[in-house]
């Protein structure tokens, strides 16, 4: 298997040390796992424990990962999401879709949900 691609390699003036970290992060072979998996269920789970990857679509506020603006309950770091799905879209395209997926559902409840929800 040839090494991922990433935006991070071709435009680094978008991304600072934390953005390289995740990309060495998905290169190292971690994503691997997902890849020629036909079973999303099994698929979705295992992008969330172990990989963890479903905590950049919160923001770090609410338990999301740690990408920067801790106290800013909205913040989401696109640039991150990014590299995220261009990673599992080279590994797996069903990892991509159900991550964005996750997305979808996830955002609009950290814009406008109760802290309940």
């Known amino acids: 298997m040839s090494a991922l691609q990433l935006s991070s390699d071709d435009l680094g003036a978008f991304f600072d040390a934390r953005h390289g970290e995740l990309a060495a992060r998905l290169g190292d072979g971690t994503l691997e796992g997902l890849r020629g998996h036909h079973e999303a269920e099994a698929l979705a789970m295992s992008m969330g424990h172990p990989l963890g990857l479903y905590t950049f ?4 506020a ?3 990962a740690a990408v ?3 106290g800013d309950a909205r913040y989401v770091d696109v640039r ?3 590299l995220v799905r261009e990673a599992l879209g080279q590994v797996s395209p069903l990892a991509d879709a159900i991550f964005a ?3 979808l559902g996830t955002y609009p409840l950290v814009l406008a949900g109760s802290d309940a929800q």
């Open 62 to 64: 609410h338990g999301g």
């Open 68 to 70: 920067g603006r801790a």
């Open 101 to 103: 997926v996750q997305g």
């Open 57 to 60: 679509l919160v923001p770090e």
């Open 80 to 82: 991150s999401l990014c």
